[in-house]
């Protein structure tokens, strides 16, 4: 449905995206993770028509944006980072317009509009002014217009930013509905976000894909090492340098949160929870738990995207 | 052009939602209104003292002395202090609002978008020209004025508000700020209005021979004016306020262009 060949997009001589190259398929949500400035909103503003690339190739339902912007738009649904909304006028008043100027057929427009506000829940304040509504309501709405025109791919652009648990709840739900009928690309730098909404990750940093898969594959592919956390209860615990000792242990970290609490990384294959047991009994270490750590997303980010363990939480 | 027409009508609908129409329309009813009875309270008094003698009654005619001093005299001064006003907001409102990057990525030409502004502005100044007939509507009860005349300075006046709302949308298209867009405007507008005063001073004559000074005379935005006032209605005046306007729509609409290819 949408494919992407070698990309770049330059503002003078700062490389915005340097070559990005996806695919994705029909019904399938693509989630875009990156850090800020990473070139998620440029590549979204490519796809969209809304500024051209420096090179490369896009193709969104078998149509170039380029070459045929016009179609494109009538098929994409683009909700930016901050949702385009005339706050003067009423919810119906603006979808009925953004209707309009997406070429829906005139005898098509009320039907389309009160499916939209159906769907983004947006009945009650249909009639009123959008200024005059909370930030999770005109985060609604700017779906709702994203909607409007029954478009085949939908382009969300930090579509939970800004809104309170509740809200971000409603917001993912209502993406999740979209699951199969529309191909959606999101992004966020929420990592949660991706990890329920969407089918395949693309982690982009400074202007490129750094990785791009299903999340299990992600998190399955950087695991590297084996790890465990350890628990003993006060007494005679012992040090992080006792536990180094063990066989294939590479390092031992002491866990801030608890006293005696330490987090041991080791080989793949060492069975490092099985040895910190039987050497706990040996020596007689008060050993009350011993939990495995999954290598999370948000490593994996963090792993690739190059920055420092603690400084994005 | 159905999209033209849609975004003309959502802009129209923004004014008359906003106070701003309201407040024009009502400063421009109000001055033009109490001039407008000034003038023909005095028109009414000649004719008390005047009446009476034929060689003065054939000197009075309502036209030259109510109708023109008032849409010769007050309205372009209004039109160049109100109609920056209705245009400053075009285009950079759309970019403050973040609608910019809603209406660029919809499938409408960026023509389309500056048509449409253009449209919904031109109408609002057709509702304040229009809320004016009722003085000439007073006029026709109480005399007999020249509708031919009447009709030219109404052509003559509607092309300079046409003309002047163009190069105010123009000039809104190249700033995010509706402050500098206004005063770009006005400023444009006076140095227009201007030239034909240029033109006219000798020591510019002089220095710059006549032909550039007749060149400078016929860019000023109010010389042309001037004949439709007096009834006449001159094709190359008709031409320049259309030039004006095509040109002015030109160019914003390559900026607007522009703003897809940065």
Known sequence: MIEVQDLTKRFGPRIAIDGITFRVEKGEILGFLGPNGAGKTTTMRILTGFMPPTSGRAVVAGLDVVAEPREVKRRIGYLPEHPPLYKEMTVRAYLVFVARIKGVPGSRVRESVESAVERCGLAEVAGRLIQNLSKGYQ????????????????????????????????????????????????????????????????????????????????????QDSERISVQFSDGSAPTPANLELLEGVQSVIKDDGAPNRFLVEAKVGSQIARRVFERAVAERWPLIEVSPVKSSLEEVFLKLTGEERGVVA | MRSVFWIARRELATYFVSPLAYLILAVFTLVIGLSFSLNLIAFANECLVYGNNPYYLQQLNVNEQVIRPLFGGFVPVFFLILFPAITMRLLPEEKRQGTSELILTCPVSSLQIVLGKYLGALVVSAVMLGSSLTFVYVLTSVSKPEMATVASLYLGVFLLGAAFLAIGLCLSAFTENQVLAYVLSVGALLVLWFLSGVSKST????????RAAAFLENLSIIEHFADFSKGVVDSQHVVYYLSIIAFSLFVAQRVVDSHRWR
Do not use: W, Y
């Open chain 1, 139 to 222: 985060q609604r709405v700017g779906i709702a217009q994203a909607i409007v025109h029954s478009p085949e791919v939908m382009i969300l652009d930090e579509p939970t930013v800004g809104l309170d648990p509740r809200q971000i709840l409603k917001i993912r739900n209502l993406i999740r509905s979209f699951h199969g009928e529309k191909t959606v690309i999101l992004s966020t730098h929420i990592i949660p976000e991706v990890e329920k909404l969407c089918d395949r990750i693309a982690i982009i940093s400074e202007g490129r894909i750094v990785a791009l898969d299903t999340q299990a594959n992600l998190s399955h592919r950087l």
């Open chain 2, 203 to 210: 020591a510019l004559t002089d220095k710059v021979g006549e």
